[in-house]
């Protein structure tokens, strides 16, 4: 009014204020009616347009579900009384918290979009009350609600507030949780609570409501029966929601979020039912939700139905199996299994049983195992491996200034000590990995540390190749879960991080196909009502992840039934009639067991366990998943024509020692032995006049593979014949009459190794001369106390010095895992106590009964004289011969054990520094 006056002072301004004001109000009207000009009324709002059916097939054109549209088929509505107040709680606190209050429409949220818009921003979605979802869901069309535009976010606002002026708050949110989608085929909260619990939603508790309440937002996403961390994440931001809003306190939301819940499906018509759901809520996420409704979808799928039924039917036999206590056998507690057939070279999806029932809620059966998190134990292993058989990054932690960028990689062949190893973790506690049977082998070749499954070679092997290269593989090869760097340490190769069925079973297929990344495929193509094609899918090759060399190497030491024999026995199920690869897998609580294998034409991943956690009793590896996985291998391998994994270009054929990885020694004198290479093959008779040690070949070998380049150059030297005296079995030295010695062979192996040797009772070379026939360097008392050395130092007629374990293999080329990093260039190492322990000293036992022993040994070439252990910097005790230990008296308080030494040459030799704790 106040222009309008001013506007009548000056005439020649009236006409011009007066047009301003009469467009102004055209404005306003036009875009009110442009807005609400084809609004549809609310009084449609039960009303629902029938659509075509979406249709889901396997392979071959059978159909395996129709999708309907739920208020064609089975929706139940129901009043709001029936919904228990915890649901419609957390369904306000979650979705709309003043809804009660508000006039239908959030003025914030369209303020914030009009400025957004003004400044020419994107409009989001998100912040519409609980009518304005409704108001979009059933009133506006398919195309409009998908519509992210300011002018459908004003639409929708008119709508909630007519919706709001005609029905009741009551009302509305009772369409609102009658029609919801809460994924998995469910709309309306009595379908959610019947697909996910089996109940009814009168019976829901405050845990279950919260779930629920959470699914609207984003149903494919936060879906429990194939995602539960990120369901439960969810849940637990709902019950957070309903505390800020006065609903429930904190005690009962952390109860709630405690809760176990125990999932289920209500039974309906459907074939390979976590097949289905899976090609759902791709479809989902893929083309819309709109469309699986209105557009009627002809989905045609990878699956066999035919290997599907199989796959289930062995399933259901084998866990009958193991629950059948009648002949005797104990109660072993598994009651789920999955099972995932791949084609390795398509990726294509061919069976996916995701538990033995669907719709047993007993055992969580709508839980579609094949794509939940959980732990592949041993299985893991084989990346690990095929991190170290390729190029290698060298850790930011073991560099030097001359550092190389790459480490060498390991070979098949690499000697790799199995004894007990302390490795400190990231939080300076010592982790010491076991083997499944806690027994140590002493030296074993990488080809058999995998296929028989030895834990603590598979950690140095990690421990060598570093977590991130190995991780970084494991991401390339198609493993999603492990993206946090800071959660994993060594035990990560022996199934620390948890992983997806489908997903190790598709990085299995890189292996089988000759090192190219496999992508799962589930869909083919997608049709439309029209028969208009929506999607398709064409085969092509993934990426390459690894050198199809690396590939090959762990296809044939997965296939090597001499290899795991130790382990698994010759007959295991891993042995099929025809060449397969095969990695086995339990985790150390016995909750999760796993075996993944495969041949040319499949790749086959099955999982045994329960999918509630609770641990199985007496099921390895080899006894719960891996006839599943030997039973499904035959059927489907049937009637087609045996294939060979093909051998690649640049794989080399050696033969090698089978305990040392070294290339065979031949049969010869020590002067035939310069610097570790033969200079002229001897036809001399092994002994001599001078009763030296001689070099012998390895009793045993074996013939490896090796990538070009990679094979080992350096000649066995573990094994020696000595000449003894017969009389007293001690050494013989020079001149000994013939008629009293005797020649005897000996394996000395790595320092690393002795007390290894020591425990096993394996015979070692005398440490002294025959008093009857002394040597060279003999004292006064015929005696050579002898502390170490390598073969370097034997000198023909002489014994310079010789010690258990004096061989060293750590530095050839063959060998370079020899001990952990946490010592790498120590010449003492202290093997015990290990480095960061904590011990309680407790007032009911002796003092003299609690003590720690200290132990330590030489480095690999390391020719000791003596050596001094230390605690808190006072010597404990002084030692000139191995085992070089003692034991110390525990007292209350923070312990340095230290080390130093003397060499055969009088040089000074130091140790590293390990640190515990005594508490009370």
């Known amino acids: 009014m106040t222009l309008f006056r001013h506007c009548v002072g000056w005439t020649w301004l009236a006409r011009i204020c007066i047009t301003l004001i009469i467009l102004m109000v055209l404005t306003v009207f036009g875009l ?17 347009a029938a659509a075509p059916s979406t249709r889901i097939f396997d392979r071959h054109g059978r159909l395996l579900y129709e999708i309907l549209d739920p208020h064609r088929g089975a929706h139940t509505p129901t009043t709001l009384d029936e919904i228990p107040s915890a649901c419609v709680n957390a369904t306000i606190a979650t979705e709309d918290a003043s809804f009660y209050h508000n006039p239908g429409v959030d003025a914030w949220a369209i303020v914030r979009a009009l400025w957004i818009n003004l400044r020419g921003g994107e409009i989001l979605s998100g912040g519409s009350t609980i009518t304005q979802q409704l108001a979009r869901n059933l009133l506006l069309s398919p195309e409009e609600r998908t519509d992210i535009s300011l002018e459908r976010k004003l639409r929708e606002a008119i709508l909630a507030w007519r919706l709001a002026r005609n029905y009741s708050k009551d009302e509305v949110l009772t369409l609102y949780l009658n029609e919801s989608y809460y994924g998995n085929l469910a709309y309306g909260v009595e379908a959610a609570a019947r697909t996910y619990f089996a109940k009814s939603v009168a019976e829901l508790d405050l845990a279950e409501c919260a779930m629920l309440a959470g699914l609207p937002q984003w149903p494919a996403r936060y879906n429990p029966l194939e995602n539960l961390e990120s369901a439960k994440s969810r849940q637990n931001v709902v019950l957070k929601l309903m505390v800020k809003n006065g609903y429930i306190s904190l005690p009962e939301a952390n109860l709630a979020a405690a809760e176990k819940l125990s999932f289920a499906s209500a039974p309906f018509p459907i ?12 479809l989902e996420r893929e083309l819309g939700l709109e469309a699986i409704y209105t557009q009627g979808l002809q989905v045609h799928t990878t699956l066999d139905l ?71 134990g041993s299985s893991i292993k084989p990346i690990t491996y095929a ?51 806690y027994q140590w082998r002493g030296p074993v070749l990488l080809r058999q ?5 030895y834990n603590l070679v598979a950690v140095k092997v990690l421990e060598y190749v570093g977590i991130e290269s190995m991780t970084d593989l494991a991401r390339a090869m198609g493993i999603t879960t492990f993206d946090d760097m800071d959660r994993f340490g060594l035990a990560l190769t022996l199934g620390g991080g948890e992983v997806r069925l489908l997903e190790l079973t598709a990085a299995y297929g890189a292996f089988a196909n000759g090192g190219y990344r496999v992508e799962p495929v589930a869909i083919t193509h997608v049709e439309d009502s029209q028969g208009r ?23 044939d030491i997965l296939s090597d039934n001499f290899a795991r024999t130790p382990t698994f026995g010759e007959g295991s199920p891993l042995r099929i009639s025809r060449p397969a690869a095969a990695k086995t897998g339990t985790t150390t609580d016995w909750r999760d067991n796993w075996t993944v294998g495969y041949t040319p034409n499949l790749v086959v991943g099955v999982w045994a366990g329960n999918a509630d956690n609770e641990p199985m009793r007496h099921v390895s590896g080899v006894m719960g998943a891996a006839p599943i996985w030997h039973d499904v291998m035959v059927a489907l391998h049937r009637g087609q024509p045996m294939r060979e994994f093909l051998e690649p270009p640049g794989i080399v054929h050696l033969e090698v020692c089978t305990d040392s990885g070294l290339l065979p020694w031949k049969v010869g004198r020590l002067e035939d032995w310069k610097v570790g290479l033969v200079s002229q093959p001897s036809s001399l008779p092994i002994l001599q006049s001078s009763n030296s040690p001689a070099l012998q070949a390895c009793r045993r070998t074996i013939t490896e593979l090796f990538i070009e380049g990679t094979q080992p150059t350096r000649t066995d030297d573990w094994h020696w014949l000595f000449t003894l005296d017969t009389r007293n079995g001690l050494l013989a030295g020079p001149g000994c009459p013939p008629q009293y010695t005797t020649q005897k062979l000996y394996t000395l192996y790595p320092a690393e190794a002795q007390d290894w040797v020591l425990k096993q009772g394996i015979p070692q070379p005398p440490k002294m001369y025959s008093p009857l026939c002394p040597g060279e360097l003999a004292t006064d008392s015929q005696s050579l106390t002898v502390d170490g050395g390598r073969m370097e130092d034997w000198k023909i007629g002489r014994l310079k010095g010789w010690k258990l374990g004096a061989v060293s293999s750590a530095k050839s080329p063959g060998h370079p895992i020899s001990q952990p990093s946490n010592h790498p260039t120590f010449q003492l190492i202290l093997t015990s106590p290990d480095q960061g322990s904590r011990y309680l000293l407790s007032q009911e036992i002796p003092e003299a009964m609690q003590q720690v022993a200290v132990t330590v040994r030489p480095a690999d070439g390391v020719v000791l004289n003596q050596v001094t252990l230390l605690a808190d910097g006072r010597p404990l005790a002084t030692l000139a011969h191995p085992p070089y230990q003692v034991l110390w008296s525990m007292t209350v308080g923070t312990h340095v054990f230290t080390v130093v030494g003397e060499d055969a040459e009088g040089n000074e030799l130091q140790g590293n520094r390990v640190t515990i704790e005594v508490t009370e």
């Open 32 to 48: 009110a009616r442009w807005l609400v000009v084809d609004l549809p009324s609310p009084d449609r709002l039960y009303e629902r």
């Open 533 to 555: 094609a929506l999607k398709r899918w064409s085969a092509t090759p993934g990426a390459r992840v690894m050198d199809e060399r690396v590939a090959y190497l762990i296809t």
């Open 271 to 282: 074939e390979a039912p976590h097949f289905v759901m899976y090609v759902r809520g791709q």
């Open 306 to 376: 035919d290997a599907q039924e199989t796959a289930e039917r062995i399933v259901r036999y084998r866990l009958g199996q193991l629950a059948d206590t009648r002949t005797g056998q104990p109660h072993r507690n598994v009651r789920n299994a999955a099972v995932l057939v791949m084609d390795p070279n398509t990726g294509e999806v061919l069976a996916m049983v995701g538990s033995p029932d669907y719709f047993d809620p007993r055992i969580d059966g709508a839980v579609n195992v094949t794509t939940a998190t959980r732990q592949p």
């Open 387 to 437: 991190a170290a058989f390729g190029p290698i990054r060298a850790s930011p932690s073991t560099g030097s200034p001359g550092a190389q960028a790459r480490r060498r990689p390991l070979t098949t062949a690499t000697m790799v000590m199995d004894v007990r190893t302390a490795f400190v973790t990231r939080e300076g506690v010592p982790y010491v990995p076991q083997n499944y049977d």
């Open 449 to 453: 540390a995998l296929a028989s499954s």
